[in-house]
């Protein structure tokens, strides 16, 4: 059985706690945070846990076999590292660093100490994101054209890092999950409604080389919490609302048919408005599955599906959005 400490435990920080605690393929012994109040909290919730302070006390204590960081971005690299210099197993919640630099500092060292270096980009280990990836993979879909990605909520206004590095990250991985490769060019278009110089509403959009596309649009203050994709393919179409209770993936028989003219003439177009199938997805916390899927790659010295590069990837694309915003929206290339 592995023994674990989470370092962090603020706003995410209970529900990667409250995981850990729930796995029985583990042991949580430690939970640590700098802040009295969250420790006392923490305290009072799981009494049979060491509440720590010094996140060095979980790295220097020999019994621990992995460290879950949950802590804020510009944290991730430091604490990452030194887990890392002390042999243990890393869990880091996304994106795994501030810059695609550290990344890949965090990954030669990972690969010289024989460590699993996971990032937490939760949304991986959905269900629905999970079936839209075999739909993908059968090409049941055809070609795609174009994915179009919205999160938006109002709330969590944040004054020392933007939109793009909190909500970006989540439909970054998404569609490098589904799609497994790389933008060719993002361009971003985002404004500061609420701090000065803090991006709280943005529109990304995403060219690829086989001539896809793909939009992104993340806002802080919008009126209504809205977490919804759909996927528009040369077969079908697929529409994954993840804040529906029980129908977050719905398949189309939907489409634009072009018949050939039997004399000269124009092209007819036949809009194809067939079934819709609505499948059955196994009721997992994504969370959990992430956490599972930690300790199976660490008892099988498995790459994980969201390992170092993955997160390098991710953070380079943030880079490059970042980048384009600075510029007033000018396309970057990757």
């Given at each position: 059985m592995l023994t674990v400490g989470v370092i962090g435990y603020?706003?995410?920080?209970?529900?990667?706690?409250?995981?850990?605690?729930?796995?029985r393929r583990v042991r949580l012994k430690y939970v640590c945070d700098i802040k009295e109040d969250r420790l006392s909290i923490a305290k009072r919730q799981?009494?049979?846990?060491?509440i720590e302070k010094d996140y060095h006390v979980l790295l220097n204590d020999t019994d621990i076999d992995a460290i879950s960081i949950v802590t804020p971005i510009e944290s991730h690299f430091k604490i990452a590292n030194d887990a890392l210099a002390k042999n243990?197993?890393?869990?880091?919640?996304?994106?795994?660093?501030?810059?695609?630099?550290?990344?890949?500092?965090l990954i030669n060292l990972a690969l010289k100490r024989h460590r699993v270096l996971m990032v937490?980009?939760?949304?991986?280990?959905?269900?629905?994101?999970?079936?839209?990836?075999?739909?993908?993979?059968?090409?049941?879909?055809?070609?795609?054209?174009?994915?179009?990605?919205?999160?938006?909520?109002?709330?969590?206004?944040?004054?020392?890092?933007?939109?793009?590095?909190?909500?970006?990250?989540?439909?970054?991985?998404?569609?490098?999950f589904w799609l497994e490769r790389m933008p060719e060019t993002i361009q971003v278009i985002g404004k500061a409604s609420t701090?000065?110089?803090v991006c709280d509403i943005a529109?990304?959009?995403?060219?690829?080389?086989?001539?896809?596309?793909?939009?992104?649009?993340?806002?802080?203050?919008?009126?209504?919490?809205?977490?919804?994709?759909y996927i528009v393919g040369k077969k079908q179409m697929v529409v994954y609302d993840d804040t529906h209770p029980t129908e977050k993936v719905k398949l189309y028989d939907s489409g634009i048919d072009i018949k050939e003219p039997e004399t000269f003439g124009e092209f007819q177009l036949s809009y194809r408005t067939g079934d819709i199938k609505i499948p059955r997805l196994d009721a997992v916390?994504?969370?959990?599955?992430?956490?599972?899927?930690?300790?199976?790659?660490?008892?099988?010295?498995?790459?994980?599906?969201?390992?170092?590069?993955h997160a390098l990837q991710i953070v380079r694309m943030i880079e490059a959005a970042q980048e384009s915003l600075q510029k007033g929206g000018v396309p970057v290339k990757l």
């Open positions: 603020g706003y995410w920080g209970p529900n990667v706690v409250r995981n850990w605690n729930q796995n799981y009494p049979n846990v060491i243990k197993h890393v869990l880091v919640e996304k994106p795994l660093t501030a810059s695609s630099g550290e990344t890949r500092k937490g980009h939760t949304f991986l280990y959905s269900p629905a994101v999970l079936k839209i990836k075999q739909y993908i993979k059968e090409n049941q879909l055809g070609t795609i054209d174009f994915i179009q990605l919205t999160r938006i909520n109002l709330g969590r206004v944040k004054h020392d890092f933007n939109v793009i590095w909190d909500l970006a990250p989540h439909d970054f991985s998404i569609l490098h701090f000065e110089q529109f990304i959009n995403l060219n690829y080389p086989d001539d896809g596309l793909a939009n992104i649009h993340l806002s802080w203050v919008a009126p209504i919490k809205l977490r919804q994709s916390e994504p969370l959990y599955a992430e956490i599972d899927h930690f300790i199976d790659c660490i008892e099988a010295n498995a790459i994980p599906r969201t390992d170092g590069q």
